[in-house]
């Protein structure tokens, strides 16, 4: 395992990314972890470094990919977002444009967030876009691509999204019937998912190129 790594995450206020950034300042094996956000936020680490960014435009921030490790945790929903085209700005443009730039900058390993479902003839916009994304970044031959695809994530978000927390309690209470073939569509701790992202980003068991798609109910199966 290698020690003294360096890691961008991009992401680091959403309900994942929270949780990521929270495990590798804790992580004895990154020594710099980078943050690119649009407000500082209040977090006091000799380990931190923020930059204030402008997501339409990351090849101003190229700099700030010179690491071994980029944590890819950007996405939104439509709701949020108020159109398809600034969810799609945000779940593809944002994520391929920095898969793109990693690959400039030679970074080790690109770990990002899909979602189950994800796939370009699907006939929901969301996976669509997913799908998309997950096509592009494929074709950009990073060095070690890692693509999770949760089920639905659980956690205190910094917003209420109603139908969200619905699902979430639907799922609470029905969870003894996420057996057998169902269990991809179990939800799945977002604090688990940031854990399985590090974990793997420090597994190095790869040959560049390489590629891995966790599935849902890989990600809480994975081995410690």
Known sequence: ?????TALLLGATGLTGKHCLDMLLNNPNYTRII???RHKLDIDSNKL???IADFSDLSKHSEQFKVNDVFCCLGTT???AKSKQNFKNVDFHFVVAAGKISKQQNVDQFIVISAIGAATNSLSFY???KG???TTLKDINLNNLVIFRPSLLLGKRNETRLLESFGSYLFKLMAFLFIG?????????????????ILSANENNYQAPSYL???SYAITNKKQ
Do not use: D, Y
């Open 1 to 5: 395992m290698m020690n003294n790594k």
């Open 35 to 37: 943050i690119l956000v």
């Open 49 to 51: 470094e923020q930059h």
């Open 78 to 80: 439509i709701k949020k």
């Open 127 to 129: 996976s669509q876009t």
């Open 132 to 134: 998309a994304m997950e």
């Open 181 to 197: 073939s169902l269990k991809r569509f179990s939800p799945i701790q977002a604090s688990t998912l940031a854990e399985q992202m």
């Open 213 to 215: 798609e966790v599935k």
